[in-house]
């Protein structure tokens, strides 16, 4: 069965400092992976998105950037976290069509 | 661009009655993939049921929505409400089977009294 894990559970990180937050897929080959951002209160907002191995797609900047280093894994991070950049973090997968998994998220407050 | 609109923010119901949430969405795409998730406390969304195809009705759990694209909207109802459905409801938008990006609606707290 696949499962997705996303570390870690929560943050509290100073502004200006870095921030690295991971995704990893397991049980499934080539997924489409997704990073999103819910701010409290707010909405689901796609970040990211990638489809294969080393490429990945931007789609709202918010001064974070992603990676996918591995078929299996996708990053997430930033040199300097700014206090805007709390929230709920999850990641996503899927196949071929939009049908999304979401992961259990990771909390992220920044002061 | 792709919008979906959630009029209600917060509905508040009693168990055992219907309840109903609304969305619409604009797209220029049209053969859009309609999506409603569910997310409860502290916890991350989960598919709830999807549809793409118009005029036909999807159940899931008791819960039950139909893809009009005449009048671009895809509605949740349930006919009795119970206490554990009391979460936040995102109806969400993809513009193909292959589309790259689920566009989300502000979503609509619902809370369910005894």
């Known amino acids: 069965a696949q499962t997705i894990h996303q570390w870690p559970v929560a943050e509290i990180k100073a502004v200006g400092s870095p921030l690295s937050l991971g995704c990893t897929i397991k049980?499934?080959?080539?997924?489409?992976l997704y990073w999103y951002w819910q701010a409290t209160g707010g909405t689901l907002q796609q970040l990211f998105y990638?489809?294969?191995?080393?490429?990945v797609e931007s789609v709202v900047q918010l001064n974070l950037s992603a990676s996918r280093p591995k078929d299996d894994q996708f990053i997430l991070s930033t040199e300097k976290l700014l206090l805007s950049h709390s929230g709920f973090y999850l990641c996503?997968?899927?196949?071929?069509?939009?049908?999304?998994?979401f992961g259990s998220g990771t909390r992220l407050l920044v002061i | 661009g792709d919008s979906v609109t959630q009029t209600e923010g917060l509905v508040t119901l009693t168990e055992g009655l219907p309840v109903m949430l609304n969305c619409t969405y604009q797209?220029?795409?049209?053969?859009?993939?309609l999506f409603w998730y569910v997310q409860h406390l502290n916890e991350s969304p989960r598919l709830l049921l999807k549809s793409f195809t118009d005029n036909k009705r999807t159940e899931h759990q008791g819960f039950h929505a139909t893809l009009h694209k005449s009048s671009s909207s895809f509605h949740l109802q349930k006919s009795s409400a119970q206490l554990s459905d009391s979460a936040l409801y995102y109806c969400?938008?993809?513009?193909?089977?292959?589309?790259?990006?689920?566009?989300f609606g502000t979503g609509t707290t619902v809370s369910v009294s005894p």
């Open positions: 990638s489809i294969t191995v080393g490429q």
């Open positions: 049980g499934k080959s080539s997924p489409n």
């Open positions: 996503a997968w899927s196949l071929e069509g939009p049908d999304y998994t």
């Open positions: 969400a938008l993809s513009e193909s089977q292959g589309g790259r990006a689920l566009i």
């Open positions: 797209t220029i795409y049209s053969n859009p993939f």
